[in-house]
């Protein structure tokens, strides 16, 4: 039986091979291959990969050239990864205004453009360049991803939306081959039931699904199936946070082991994969460097601290992207990872983004993740939306909670653990803030509203 192999291995075996197709590469450096990679020989190649990008950014894209230019710096300055500090950062806002200026190639070299809407629904669309070989890279660690939850005896059943030509589905169908499983794409249109004979039919192992679609599905499905007994071995899970009570879950309702990933479109979608000791993430450092800044001041924060992703390509060809600010909140270590990685960082789980944090009473921060944790733990519970107002003077949460459940005693359950959640207890006790109000909903009415990047609604300017 095939072996499932750590990120580390996947990342040694590219690097390895573009070290083979990059003479100015090999020439530096002695050994041809890697035997067992080094955090060395990684950042050795990360800053091989990092000078080119920038003399290539500077040369082809109008934003970098004319953002250098403006803070007096040449890519030549940049001896060092530390040197990286010193260029200025990008944010999501300056891409979306206006793309076509990042991009390198001739509109004709782009083999794909994704445009979408981040931060919820709030926020400027974006528009992202793909060119063929950053498709292929793309691809390439979709596979690497892939291979650390599958086997090339698996097989995937993608239940992400179908139909378009390199669309995501498609995307990840490819890596799944490249990494010699089996991909089944099912789409998003099947309902539960037909998730659940397109498994059977198939006979697919890995389950491939956003975190609340496939939390849907589970509590669908599980009054008609033993879920245990269909063979999935591994639940894939993207787009949406996964709080610890949902794993729980959803790990006993299918009897098989959860992991997540981190995706970012900007980044080519698939960034970081959850480690075999389901200790966080290790990410795509073969085409990716990251960091951690504060989003107030945008220094560089020490390692472990906690604080902005940031990141930049070192492989892409149409839309180079350097210090790009992901608003997204966690945390980096290099210390050897208790899943046996050393020559990887291991970055913590994104439990927020900059845009998704509240502040209620005494100014204590609220991001959708802490009430996930608290909300999950209740069995049967398919979704929620929160929204924060004001009532006579204090903040007022509303829930709107999705359960197959009625009466007062779930509403009253639901209360209680809301509750429970620091922010929420200490602000109602000091009176800052009223009893949050729980209105139950008919199922299926907030399937519409499954939002990747979820959000607390903030009512309380608009009043
Ligand atoms: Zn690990």
């Known amino acids: 039986m095939a072996e499932r192999i ?119 669309q974006k528009r992202i360049f793909f060119s063929e070989k950053d498709i292929e890279v793309m691809t390439d660690f979709m596979g690497a991803g892939m291979s650390v939850v599958a086997t090339s005896d698996d097989v995937v059943q993608i239940m992400l939306p179908k139909g378009m030509v390199l669309g995501q589905s498609d995307l990840l169908a490819q890596g799944v081959k490249k990494m010699g499983a089996t991909p089944v794409v099912t789409g998003i249109e099947p309902t539960p039931e037909e998730q659940i004979q397109a498994i059977k039919r198939h006979g697919s192992t890995v389950l491939f699904c956003e975190t609340l679609r496939l ?102 060809e149409a839309m180079p992207l350097i210090r790009y600010r992901t608003h997204d909140i966690s945390r980096l270590s290099s210390k050897p990872c208790t899943c046996g990685i050393t020559a990887l960082k291991r970055l913590d789980k994104v439990t927020r983004r900059l845009e998704s944090v509240v502040r209620i009473g005494d100014g204590d921060e609220i991001y959708p993740a802490m009430f996930d944790e608290a909300l999950y733990t209740i069995p049967d519970i398919v979704g929620y939306e929160v929204s924060v107002s004001k009532d006579g003077g204090k903040d007022k949460l509303t829930f709107q909670v999705e359960i197959a459940r009625t009466g007062a005693a779930v509403e009253e359950l639901v209360r209680e653990v809301i509750l429970k959640v620091p922010p929420v207890q200490k602000n109602v006790k000091t009176g800052k803030m009223t009893i949050p109000e729980i209105q139950l909903v008919t199922p299926g009415s907030l399937q519409k509203s499954t939002r990747a990047k979820k959000l607390i609604k903030d009512m309380r300017q608009e009043a």
Request: charged share 25%.
């Open 6 to 124: 750590s990120l580390q291995e996947s990342l040694n075996k590219i690097i390895t091979q573009r070290i083979k197709e990059t003479p100015e590469y090999r020439k530096r450096i002695a050994k041809k291959s890697l035997e067992k990679l080094t955090r060395r020989d990684l950042e050795d190649f990360q800053l091989f990969q990092l000078r080119n990008t920038l003399h290539y950014a500077y040369d082809k894209s109008l934003f970098y050239r004319e953002l250098f230019s403006k803070k007096g710096i040449e890519p030549s300055e940049v001896q060092s990864l530390a040197d990286l500090a010193k260029l200025p950062l990008t944010d999501p806002k300056e891409l979306a205004e206006n793309p076509l200026r990042f991009v390198c190639v001739p509109l004709g070299d782009v083999t794909r453009v994704i445009t979408f809407t981040s931060s919820g629904t709030t926020g400027p």
């Open 215 to 316: 939390n849907r599905i589970t509590v669908e499905a599980r009054k008609n199936h033993d879920l245990t007994k269909l063979g999935v071995k591994v639940l894939f899970l993207t787009s949406n946070y996964l709080s610890d009570s949902m794993r729980a879950n959803l790990q006993s309702a299918w009897n098989c082991e959860v992991f997540t990933h981190y995706g970012l479109t900007e980044m080519g979608l698939g960034v970081a994969v959850e480690c075999s000791a389901h200790n966080g993430y290790h990410f795509n450092e073969a085409d990716l460097l990251a960091e951690i800044i504060d989003p107030e001041t945008g220094e560089v924060l020490p390692e472990g601290e906690e604080g902005e992703l940031v990141f930049t390509t070192l492989t892409r």
